[in-house]
């Protein structure tokens, strides 16, 4: 009986024995790499961070100065440019009116063909100059022969409307829009404005852009402004909408003032035709055909010309599966269109040298590169690493003081959402994680870096939730719901929160707590509209 009580006992104990060696040996590794290699490392991983972040508040300072100065006093764009409404002559009628052909790609639109085609065939245009495009890529019959049947209905009412068809998706968009212009009744057209299937412009819309590029033969591009009209949908819609104001509001109305040269936002959008094909067409080397296609028609002399006031209302994902696709493809294009045109700008002859700095450093490594990179690797590796290893300080001003600056000017877009800036700065840091993924993917030109998905849109199947045609909640998906990645870094922030809690000194752990929380409600799904299996 004493044997079998002392055999039992030791059982423990040995496996005690064994955890304490293990702990031990981990320990002393621990120890033995800490001072020469970890501390270096992590302190060098501060400065180059401290670097970045320095970068982008110098980026955001000197766009709040610009967009202050435009605001109080730059002339606005029909001031700054000849304009002027186009209106019918007596001698030559419609003839005053330049031919405009109106291209709307869509794919599988099944909630919102009738919306676009119809705000389309509503613009106040004489209808003998107007020709609409409808470019259907789409794979399901049904829907192909849904937006068919709408074409006809509209040209029956007298608008020239062309339904078009291709045999294959190549180039997805890019190749549709490229297709689209090669017809033969689009060879009379001088100007191609691009809405996409959610787009819903204002009947003056062509009234309101055109004359820019009719007057002024310097002008490539007319950008109007988009407008979310389901916002307030849910926190997701709210998130994306501060985002994108800032965007519009700031980033768009600076490169139009300062430089006549912005990012294209890929609809929303008048071309003039004879300026895409100088610029070669359109590209689907990346995801980013719109921005690709902007840069080389700036790189030929273009101008482009933003109008703030010039608003179309649109649509936001609500799920956050459509809204991530989106997200990497917005990322990793930006990206890789750096990586494969940073020598053609350098090599430019044609434009200044102030502008072929503010497009390589300004709009493509600190907006598209540098703004994603800092946020992951400071917020959400580099600082939490710092807590488990206090010989490696972050000085308040690079961990405080400037990414509140940062945040406040990042609010000027949307001041109704001001009360939500601090879980919108928390949701910002975890879909960094993401940018900074697919930002690494298009430099490297890996593998997802030129995937392609639709995000996928509800139109006004939302606004009355007893429509039988609404769509289905999702069934329940463990895949869908569980995102093992953003559980992780939770994970990972919750310990050194309690790490930070026991044994720190700067009070990290309010911000790492709450970060966790962000991480953990995105990682098992809930946000968004549709929470699957609910």
Wanted: hydrophobic share 45%.
């Amino acid at each position: 009986m004493a044997e079998e009580v002392t055999a039992t006992a030791m059982i423990p104990e040995t496996f005690q024995g064994a955890r304490d060696d293990m702990a031990g040996q981990i320990g002393v590794i621990w120890e033995l790499i800490k001072a020469p290699l970890i501390v270096p490392l992590l302190r060098l991983s501060v400065y180059v961070c401290l670097a970045m972040t320095l970068m982008l508040f110098m980026e955001r300072l000197y766009m709040g100065v610009v967009i202050i100065l435009v605001k109080l006093f730059w002339k606005k764009p029909d001031k700054r440019y000849k304009w002027e409404p186009i209106s019918e002559d007596l001698e030559i009628g419609n003839e005053a009116f330049p031919v405009v052909l109106v291209q709307i790609p869509m794919f599988n639109e099944r909630e919102v063909y009738k919306i676009s085609i119809g705000a389309a065939c509503n613009l106040s245009w004489p209808s003998d100059r107007l020709v609409i495009q409808v470019l259907d890529d789409s794979t399901d019959p049904a829907v192909k022969d849904m937006v068919e049947k709408e074409c006809q209905r509209w040209a029956s009412k007298g608008i020239n409307i062309r339904y078009q068809i291709r045999e294959t998706r190549g180039g997805y968009k890019a190749g549709a829009l490229k297709e689209g212009l090669k017809r033969d009744y689009v060879k009379h057209c001088e100007y191609v404005v691009i809405f996409d299937a959610d787009f819903r412009p204002e009947p003056d819309y062509l009234r309101r852009a055109i004359p820019f590029l009719a007057l002024n033969s310097e002008i490539a591009l007319v950008q109007g402004r988009w407008r979310f009209v389901n916002s307030d949908e849910c926190l997701l819609t709210r998130m994306q909408e501060m985002s994108l104001d800032y965007h519009f509001t700031v980033e768009q109305e600076v490169g139009s003032s300062t430089h006549a040269f912005f990012g294209f936002n890929g609809t929303a959008g008048v071309w003039r035709i004879a300026a895409i094909n100088e610029a070669g067409g359109w590209k689907d080397r990346t995801t980013v055909e719109d921005m690709d296609l902007a840069v080389r028609a700036s790189l030929k002399g273009w101008k482009f010309v933003y109008l703030g006031d010039l608003q179309v209302k649109s649509e936001l994902p609500s799920t956050f599966k459509a809204f991530r696709f989106q997200q990497h493809r917005w990322s990793c294009g930006p990206a890789n269109l750096f990586r494969k045109m940073v020598m053609e700008i350098i090599r430019n002859k044609k434009v200044t040298l102030f502008k072929k700095v503010y497009v390589i450093y300004s709009f493509f490594f600190v907006r598209k590169i540098i703004a994603h990179m800092v946020t992951f690797f400071f917020f959400c590796v580099v600082l939490p690493l710092t807590i488990l290893v206090p010989e490696v300080e972050v000085p308040k001003w690079g961990a405080i003081y400037i990414p509140c600056i940062i945040t406040a000017m990042n609010s000027v877009g949307t001041p109704r959402s001001v009360h939500l800036l601090f879980y919108w700065i928390l949701f910002e840091n975890v879909m960094s994680l993401h940018r900074t993924k697919a930002t690494f993917i298009g430099l490297l030109e890996a593998g997802r870096a030129n995937e392609w998905v639709v995000t996928e849109k509800l139109g006004d199947t939302l606004k009355n939730k007893s429509n039988p045609k609404a769509p289905k909640r999702p069934l329940f998906r463990i895949g869908d719901r569980i995102h093992l990645v953003e559980l992780g870094f939770g994970a990972f922030l919750f310990f050194c929160g309690c790490y930070d809690f026991l044994y720190g000194k700067h009070n990290y752990f309010i911000y790492l707590f709450l970060q966790t929380l962000t991480f953990t409600i995105v990682g098992f799904g809930y946000i968004g509209t549709f929470v699957p299996g609910s």
